[in-house]
């Protein structure tokens, strides 16, 4: 079965500073992968998703994501973070030509002043 | 855009009682998820439907849970009885693919 893992639960970082969030998944089969952010007492949003072609994959606010397939991984990047980037950031992987879909457990970035 | 709207926000009711919580997709997704959330479980896929009908309720706790789409505007998902590990965030999230684009604020919900 397909899973995803997000090693990270907590990522502390201080302001303008770069960060990474990790995601690895496992998979047999092709997979589509996904990461969305969550402020608090929000809903989740998406920030980016790659279905194919290039595997480095800009998003909205600033991040990106590379997709290794070899490494099995997609992780998250930016390289200076804002107060407003605090939140919660959720890797998510789809298969099966849509018809399954599963989050990460999630990472919680707290950017300090 | 109104976005995906949630009602009630906030729910506290006794355990044993009905509970419903309503969604409003975007108008002209065909796809609707609803999600649980909790501390212990994360992000739980309990239902979704596809042009208003029912496709993989394979996430459904157990018969207490359930879920409808009368048409492309609307969805209910209701727990009767409800019971205190019940208690958590729930999300409705719509979407014109296969996988969550736009979710509500969601309901918070809390059974004593």
């Known amino acids: 079965a397909q899973s995803v893992t997000q090693l990270d639960s907590q990522v502390p970082v201080f302001e303008e500073a770069p960060v990474e969030l990790r995601c690895n998944y496992s998979s047999s089969v092709s997979v589509y992968l996904f990461w969305y952010v969550q402020y608090p007492n929000q809903g989740l949003q998406l920030l980016l998703k790659y279905l194919s072609g290039s595997t480095l994959v800009k998003g909205i606010n600033g991040f990106e994501a590379e997709f290794n397939k070899s490494q099995t991984s997609f992780h998250l990047r930016k390289p200076s973070v804002h107060i407003s980037d605090t939140a919660e950031y959720f890797c998510a992987v789809m298969w099966n030509y849509g018809q399954n879909f599963v989050f990460g457990p999630g990472t919680r970035l707290s950017v300090l002043p | 855009d109104a976005g995906v709207i949630q009602s009630p926000r906030h729910e506290v009711t006794e355990m044993g009682q009905e509970v419903t919580l309503r969604c409003k997709p975007i108008?002209?997704?065909?796809?609707l998820f609803w999600y649980r959330q909790t501390m212990m479980r994360g992000l739980e896929l309990l239902i979704y439907f596809n042009n208003n009908v029912p496709i993989d309720d394979s996430g459904m706790p157990e018969d207490r849970f359930s879920a409808k789409m009368p048409n492309a505007s609307f969805s209910t998902l209701k727990i009767q009885p409800s019971e205190p590990r019940d208690s958590a965030v729930y999300f409705c999230a719509s979407s014109p693919q296969s996988q969550p684009q736009h979710f509500g604020d969601g309901t918070r919900l809390s059974i004593l």
């Open positions: 108008s002209g997704h065909d796809y």
